[in-house]
Structures are given as C-alpha cells and as structure tokens.
C-alpha cells in the first residue's frame, strides 16, 4: 500500500512539474495575472507530492518491506536505523528520488525567498526549474521506477554496499546533490533572465547569493567524498581522478569562475554575456556528470549497474538542455549591451584571467575524462588517461591562478596603475619568496622544490590577504570597523572571500606535503614485532576475532611509540560483512594536526602474521581543513546583507561604490 | 596606433601566447600518459610494447596465485581463455582479489612476457566486471577459443 502511495505521489509531482513549467511561463510571456500566480502553489504543490514519495520509500526501508525491489536489494533487516535511511540513497533509483527531492526542496526555496523579485521574473524561474524537475520525474517514473514490486518478496534483503555503511557517506551524496541541483537555480535565472531580455546588475545580484549557496553543497560534498575515500577505500588515498570525481570537479570549477564573473556582473555590468554562457556550462556539467554516473559508460568505482535505456534517456535529457539554452542564448545575447567598459589593467582584467584559467582547467579535465569514451569510440584502443597526468595540469595552471589570486583584491575596478600595485605588493613578494627558499633548502626539514614552491604559493594569498585586510580596516578605522563590517553593515562578502582564499592557501600546503613527503610501507608483521615509520615505533600486537552487527572483522592492534612512549593504540579492521560476504578494509588512522599515522590490514599469512600497509601522511588533514574554510568563506559571502537589501530594491544597481575598497566577494 | 591599444594589445598577446604555451605543454603531456589496455591475447602475440606503462587484464586462473617466501610479492596468471599471461605484484591486493575474478593490473612487461604490476584493481563489486575485460573475453569466445559462453 504504502510503495503504491509513494508511485502515486510521484505521478501527482510530474504532473504538477507539467502544471509549472507551461502556465507560469505562457502567462509570463503574454501577461495574464492568474497563470503567473500558478507558479508558487503548483512548486509548493511539486515539493509536497515528492517529499511524500520520500517518505513513503523511507518507511519500505524502515519496515523492511521487501516486496520492493529497489529494498530488497538494498536493505536488509540486520541494518542499523541509520543506514537504513541512507541505503535510500545507496543506489540508482533512490539517489535519484533524492535528486528530485531536492530539485523540488530549492524551488520551492527560491519561492520563498526571493519574494521580492518581480514577479514576472520569479514565475519564469520557477518555470525553469519546473522544466528540469519534468526530465528527471520522468526519467524515474519511467526508468527508474523506485516502488516496483517483486512477487514472491524474498524474505531478506541483499544490503547495503559496506563502503556506503560509514557516517561520511550517508551524508556525502546529500550535499553533494544540493550542489549539483543548486546549479539549476543559477542556470533558471540565466535562462529566465535571457527570456525577459534583461542581464543587468540587478539579475547577477539575484542569482549571485543562490550561486555561491549551491557552490558551498558542492565543496562541501566534494570534501566529504575525498575524506570518506581516505577512511574507507584503505589506500590511503584522498582523490584519484575517478571519472565520477572528476564529474563533480568540473561543476565546481566552473561554478568557481560563475561566482568570480558574477562579482564583475554585479559590481560593474561587465561581463553580463560570459556570466550567462558560465551558468550554463556548470549546470550542463552537472547533468554530464549525472549521465556518466548513471550510464554506466566509464569504468568507475561508483558505477552502478550499468543500463543503455537509462544512459540514453539522460543522453537525449542533456542534448535538449544544452541544445535548447545554447539556442535561446544565440537569440537573445547580440541584443545584451557590454556594459562597464574598463581598462587593460584592472581589477575587471585579472578576474578575466581567473574565469579564463578556471575555464581551461575544466577543459582539461573534461578532455582526460571522456578521452576513453572518444578513443573507444573511434576504436582508437582502449586507453585510461594516467593521474600523473591530471595531477601535472594542475601544477601548471594553478601558480598562474594563485598569482591572479594575490593581486585581485588589491587592484582597482576600471583603471590600476601597474606599479602602484606592485608597490602594494612589495612586501607580500618578499614574504613569500623569502619562505619559499627556506622551505625549498634542506634546513628544517629536507627540501624540495616543489614544497618550496608550495610555501611560495600559499605565503602569497596569506601576505596579500593580509594586506588587503589591513587596507581595507584602515579605512574602515581599525577593529571597530570589522565588528561594523561584521554585523550591521552586512558585508559578509568581503570577508568571505577572505576566507576562502587562505582555505585555498591551506590547501596547496595539505596537497603538496602529502604528496612530497609521504612514506608507505608494505610490510609483513608477526605479533610482537615493531617498525620504524617516520620516527615513530610501530608495535604489532597480532589480529584478533571481533564481530560487529551484521559483520566478522578480523581486528588487529597496533601500538604508536614515540620516544618509548604510547601515543596512540589503533585497531585496523578486515570485515567480513555477512549478507554480501564482501571483504572491507577498515584502516586505522592516528589522526593528527601535522601528521596522520594510517594503517591498512592486507592478508594474513599464516602463524598470525598479517602483511599490512602503514602510512605516514604529513599535513593530509589540511586539505579538507582548506576545503572547510573554502566553504565556509562562501556561506559567509552569502550571508552579506547587501543581497537581502537589495530585494526589496528593485531598481538595478549599476555601479559599485569605489574602486579602493574591496567590497566584492570576488 | 594610440599607445594605449598599443598597451593593450601587448597584453592581449602575451596572455595568448601564454595560454598558448600552457595549453601545448599540456596536450604534449597527456599523449605521454595515455595508458592502452591489452588483453593476454594481445600481449601473447606481441603488440603490446615492452617497458612502457600499460594496463592487462582478464580472469585470475584458478590455481596460479603464488606467494613469494616474502609474504608481500605475489605471482598470478590471467587469461582470456585464448592466451595467459604471467603477472607479479609486490605489495597488498586489493580486498576484492581472489581466483576467477576479472582484474586489472597497471605496469610494464618485462622480458619472457612477464607483467610486473604497479597496482591491481579489483572492482567493489563482486559482480561487476571490468568492461574492458568483458570485451576481452567476448571477443576470444568468438574466436571459438572459449569454454561454452559462460561470463561470471
């Protein structure tokens, strides 16, 4: 009864999707009242049959009915609560349930608070997005079916994959959906915006806040993952270059470039065109990497079963997106005036050299990601593009970046003298040239260039933040001005960016230190033995039998010794996960500021000897320390009272203030 | 030509020709990390290239998995059903490894046709079979090399 309801909710939803994205869209166009009125009840109306779906799926898991399907090869009785909630989202049909769900969740968000948009405009993107939630309702009702039945219903369910039983994961595919769906609001305002014929100031100041929101999911979620990969996959590693990762790279980076283009489009009116075409290419890029994870078409560590008709729908799903805003943008962009105009050197050129970086190093990624599928294709062979590869990119192009980065907010919009702005920099130069030597020569540690280029690199951001910092509240008079800046003025902005920009100084150190100066050891060990790791004592205490709730393990322990002293007692785990007989790596890590001690079991060998794999893993936590702060630099931008304010203003705002302060988040 | 486009137009240059220069070195370095996939057939009848980075894969034979008096470098075979190579790999496999399961395996093949692994993969799922080595296997089953069809 109850899978029948959730069936039936969805099919109330779908049509209600119909509802929103015709009559709000048509009353828009030719100006009728009451179907433009239609937009808020039928999201509302959406959101209120799909979160019954939800639940109705939710309640199957927590009830164990397997007469479903999609529960009986996910759930199984002998599963914790928890991870029967997020087995909902363990596999295909009910991620994309989640997908829809939050589809359904921010527009109905985007009713709500964005009520001081016109309302002609508000219909428009809620139609938008009605549009989008129509291909992916459809594409479960008709594909993806997450209620069928199955009869006889087998009396025990298949389980949930063990790599998905972990705290990181249940909450990983969540924030990294808001991501990816939150890209759809940004794409509906480019869209709605191109219908009306209107990219002003006031349009980049709408869809700026609801960018940099969906933006923060995603690096939230693409955070989680690398962390969940560390803890669970037992190699230690932390990104591999997985074409699933990389489909949540790509997104990312180019909605890294929107919300820098956004800030011009805003503050000057420049740039109106290429925001647009931005907008589009990072939704685009979500749905691709939603077709390469739900084709099947890449060999991946997150691919599920692989089905044609699904790969298709998707296919034909994004050549209709891409293909139908391409063409509305070819249509309406010649008509777009250009807007603040600005000179060769200024703040507006720098941030074109981020958007351009930021575009090519998507293109690269893109290009490594579906070279495969190209060379397959064509029947070139059968190739796999190599990490070292992806990994070279980035050391290419990011100094160039991180350049840009330092000077950005020092430079004025419009017009900066160039040697003005070196003698600004005079002092960040030297910091930073100077820590990079110390950190390249063998002094306190051993040396490498590539560290010292790191240290060169993140002494950068961090020494001209600083003195954009030290600018900007000698103007605003000292620390007064940042409890002003903080709380009544509103501009979180600035100091988002701020934020964000040493989380990025961060995480070039994580990266590059793990990556120079990590030390593994495959080794074998009998009981009573110890090992030299880096300078700490490793004493192997043998393995013992442990059973957990629905799995065996075999645990083993590990003493940490430094100077003759315990410093930390770890447990690796082997488990054997009853239902799947799947064998899972549990690594036991020693986690620390400086340095994390990471242990892996392998095999045993007899005699209670066990090989196993020992990490020493310097500053590896620093990178998702950077990714936090990268996020939370973004919620701070948010959270700027400007955008609230400037609602219920409707009149567009064309020019920033002064080109001196550094008020926008870019 | 006013100096100031002049100053702009330098700029624009440079900034071309350095994306240029990013973009070649780039492109010049993927070619040099593509990775072809061989199956055994392939490697057996001598196309792959000897000492350069390349990916084999098919079947673990049954049997063949040998343990070095090491403990950590291990020897195994695996086939497409037409031809098997040999395959050494120092260090821990992979949880999903086990005999009659599809891998891949990333190295260099050494003299006598041995492969000498780098790293070994074996996927999370028990049922999923890398596709390359489907390919592999279809194929040398049209060839009328294969026991009768079955795929695990």
């Known amino acids: 009864m109850i899978p029948e309801l959730g069936h039936f909710a969805l099919i109330l939803a779908l049509s209600l999707a119909l509802v929103l994205s015709i009559f709000p869209m048509i009353g828009s166009l030719n100006n009728t009242p009451g179907w433009i009125a239609l937009a808020r009840p039928a999201a509302w109306g959406q959101f209120f049959f799909v979160a019954i779906a939800f639940g109705c799926l939710v309640s199957s898991f927590l009830t164990n009915d397997f007469s479903v399907v999609y529960v009986a090869q996910n759930g199984n009785t002998l599963l914790p609560d928890v991870y029967k909630i997020s087995a909902v989202w363990g596999a295909h049909e009910g991620s994309l349930l989640l997908w829809v769900l939050i589809l359904s969740g921010w527009t109905v968000a985007v009713s709500l608070l964005a009520r001081h948009l016109p309302a002609v405009m508000l219909a428009r993107v809620l139609s938008v997005m009605g549009m989008v939630s129509i291909g992916f309702l459809s594409f479960l009702l008709f594909t993806s079916n997450p209620f069928a039945r199955v009869f006889p219903a087998p009396l025990e369910g298949g389980d949930l994959n063990p790599l998905l039983q972990d705290p990181g994961l249940a909450i990983h595919p969540p924030m990294l959906y808001m991501g990816y769906v939150g890209m759809s609001v940004a794409f509906s305002f480019a869209i709605a915006a191109l219908i009306g014929g209107r990219l002003d100031a006031a349009w980049a100041r709408w869809s700026r806040p609801w960018t940099t929101v969906a933006w923060v999911f995603l690096t939230i979620g693409i955070t989680l993952g690398s962390w969940w990969a560390y803890n669970e996959l037992g190699w230690g590693g932390w990104w591999f270059w997985d074409p699933v990762e990389n489909a949540s790279f790509m997104p990312w980076l180019a909605a890294t470039a929107l919300i820098h283009s956004l800030a011009v489009t805003e503050k000057r009116g420049a740039f109106k065109r290429w925001t647009v075409l931005l907008a589009l290419l990072a939704f685009s890029l979500s749905l691709l990497g939603t077709f390469l994870v739900r084709s099947g078409v890449l060999t991946s560590v997150h691919s599920f079963a692989a089905d044609p008709a699904r790969g298709l729908f998707i296919l034909i799903f994004l050549c209709i997106v891409i293909g139908g805003s391409l063409t509305l943008y070819a249509a309406r962009a010649p008509s777009v005036s250009s807007g603040g105009r600005f000179d060769a050197f200024s703040r507006e050129t720098l941030l074109l050299g981020n958007n351009m970086l930021l575009v090519i190093i998507t293109a690269f990624v893109l290009l490594g990601t579906l070279a495969p599928l190209i060379y397959d294709a064509l029947g070139w062979g059968k190739i796999s593009v190599g990490f070292p590869w992806f990994n070279r ?46 950190a390249a020569l063998p002094l306190l540690h051993k040396g490498s260039v590539w560290a010292g280029l790191a240290v060169m690199l993140s002494l950068w951001i961090v020494s001209s933040l600083a003195l954009s910092l030290r600018q900007r509240l000698r103007y605003r008079k000292g620390l007064a001005g940042l409890w002003q800046d903080l709380g009544a003025k509103g501009s979180g902005s600035y100091y988002g960016m701020v934020v964000a920009h040493f989380g990025v100084a961060v995480f070039i150190i ?43 393990a075999d645990r083993g322990t590990l003493h940490v010794l430094k100077d003759e002293r315990e410093i930390a007692l770890l447990h690796p785990e082997k488990r054997v996960y009853t239902v799947q007989t799947k064998p899972m790596t549990e690594s036991g890590i020693d986690v620390g500021f400086t340095r994390d001690i990471y242990v892996s079991l392998g095999e045993g060998l007899g005699n209670g000897d066990w090989s196993m794999r020992l990490y020493y893993k310097p500053f590896v936590r620093w990178i998702w320390f950077g990714g936090l702060l990268i996020a939370i630099g973004g919620l701070l931008a948010a959270s700027d009272r400007r955008y609230r304010i400037a609602l219920r203003d409707q009149a567009p705002v064309t020019v920033g203030k002064d080109g001196l302060i550094a008020s926008g988040g870019a | ?38 199956t055994p057939s392939a490697v057996a009848g001598g196309e792959a290239p000897a000492d350069h980075l390349i990916r084999v894969g098919g079947l673990v034979t049954n049997g063949s998995v040998k343990r070095q008096p090491d403990g950590l470098t291990v ?46 993969l074996a996927k999370h799922d028990e049922n999923y079979m890398p596709p390359e080595v489907a390919d592999a296997l279809k194929t040398a089953h049209k060839e009328g090399t294969a026991p009768g069809g079955e795929t695990p």
Do not use: C
Request: charged residues 20%; without cysteine; hydrophobic residues 45%.
């Open chain 1, 393 to 438: 990119m980035f050391v290419i192009f990011t100094p160039f970046l991180v350049v840009l980065m330092g000077m950005g907010p020092l430079a004025r919009w419009k017009h900066q003298d160039p040697g003005e702005l070196a003698r600004k920099l005079r002092v960040a130069l030297l910091v930073s040239l100077g820590g990079g030597i110390l």
């Open chain 1, 510 to 552: 994580g990266v590059t230190f793990v990556m120079q100066y990590e030390i593994e050891k495959d080794i074998r060990l009998s009981p009573g033995e110890s090992t030299e790791l880096a300078g700490y004592t490793l004493r192997f205490d043998g393995v013992q039998a442990h059973q957990g709730p629905n799995y065996r």
């Open chain 2, 1 to 38: 030509m006013t100096p100031k486009r002049k100053k702009r137009l330098i700029l624009i240059a440079l900034m071309v020709a350095g994306v240029g220069v990013a973009i070649a070195v780039a492109l010049k370095a993927f070619n040099e990390n593509l990775m072809f996939f061989y």
């Open chain 2, 75 to 120: 020897t195994f075979d695996i086939t497409d059903y037409a031809e098997t190579i040999k395959v050494q790999y120092t260090g821990i496999l992979p949880d999903l490894f086990r005999e009659g399961q599809g891998i891949v395996a990333r190295g260099r093949l050494q003299d006598g046709n041995l492969f000498v692994a780098e790293e070994v």
